[in-house]
């Protein structure tokens, strides 16, 4: 209307807001993943004593009782972490090896993934030294608890080494005093190509030439040639030697 008053606009001013109310986080559980294990032992009840003491983040996808049954598992299983008995029973076991050591010998190209656990009674420095020396990541002795065997199993499957706190002296000692032969042994060794250093190793084994020929997918000539150019290389005169001289430089 004409000459009539308006109040005066109030100005809005923004509404004011507070915190944005915090979003309750979900914490979850570290649990550690699953782990697929293969149990090799000759003992059918320690087998199923050592099943059911497992924890539940471990799961048994196969077992085996001797050298041939275990490679054959181990193979066609390719689990995560073989729990593996060191003095196992099989056939062609080289002398001065044991079953759990040739196991690692015969599926380790196979299964390149997975690592072997040696789960043993003897607590011997031998067999300790022997098979860490065949690539197991770790030993323990049977008289663990189960829980102690579960967190072994993630441990080695996580890229770990696991020993029984006795037993870690004696890898320690072992591998520190190879220290010194080492470099001795890698520059005799280099005077050998990578062939003639397959060939010189199985023949240290005690392999027959035609088992070496099958082993190598060679004929037994080229066997004869490769160990002919070993000998003549290292200087050494014939096989006994040559399994002495790789024995002292722990190649076998």
Same mark, same amino acid.
């Given at each position: 209307m004409p000459g009539a008053v308006h109040p005066a606009s109030t100005p809005r001013l923004p509404a004011l807001r507070g915190p944005a109310p915090r979003r309750a986080r979900t914490r979850r559980s570290a649990l550690p !993943?699953?782990?697929?294990? #293969? /149990?090799?032992?000759?003992? +059918?009840?320690?087998?199923?004593?050592?099943?059911?003491?497992?924890?539940?983040?471990?799961?048994?996808?196969?077992?085996?009782?001797?050298? !041939?049954?275990?490679?054959? #598992? /181990?193979?066609?299983?390719? +689990?995560?972490?073989?729990?593996?008995?060191?003095?196992?029973?099989?056939?062609?076991?080289?002398?001065?090896?044991?079953?759990?050591?040739?196991?690692?010998r015969r599926a380790a190209a196979s299964v390149p993934g997975t690592r072997f656990l040696a789960l043993s009674?003897?607590?011997?420095a031998d067999d300790v030294v022997g098979v860490i020396r065949a690539g197991a990541r770790g030993y323990i002795t049977k008289g663990s608890s189960g829980q102690d065997v579960s967190r072994a199993i993630h441990a080695v499957a996580g890229g770990d080494a696991v020993f029984s706190p006795r037993l870690a002296g004696f890898v320690l000692d072992a591998f520190g005093a190879a220290l010194g032969e080492t470099a001795e042994a890698s520059d005799e060794l280099d005077r050998l190509s990578a062939r003639e250093q397959e060939v010189m190793r199985l023949i240290a084994r005690g392999y027959a030439y035609k088992e070496v020929a099958a082993e190598l997918f060679i004929s037994t000539k080229t066997v004869?040639?490769?160990?002919?150019?070993?000998?003549?290389?290292?200087?050494?005169?014939?096989?006994?030697?040559?399994?002495?001289?790789?024995?002292k430089r722990r190649l076998l």
């Open positions: !993943e699953r782990v697929r294990v #293969v /149990v090799v032992d000759d003992h +059918p009840v320690f087998r199923s004593g050592l099943r059911a003491e497992l924890d539940d983040t471990i799961e048994v996808v196969g077992e085996a009782h001797d050298v !041939e049954s275990a490679v054959t #598992v /181990v193979c066609g299983e390719a +689990p995560g972490v073989v729990l593996l008995d060191v003095h196992l029973p099989g056939e062609g076991v080289p002398a001065g090896s044991t079953g759990g050591a040739e196991v690692m009674v003897s607590d011997k004869e040639t490769h160990v002919s150019a070993v000998l003549r290389k290292l200087q050494l005169s014939n096989r006994h030697e040559l399994t002495v001289w790789a024995s």
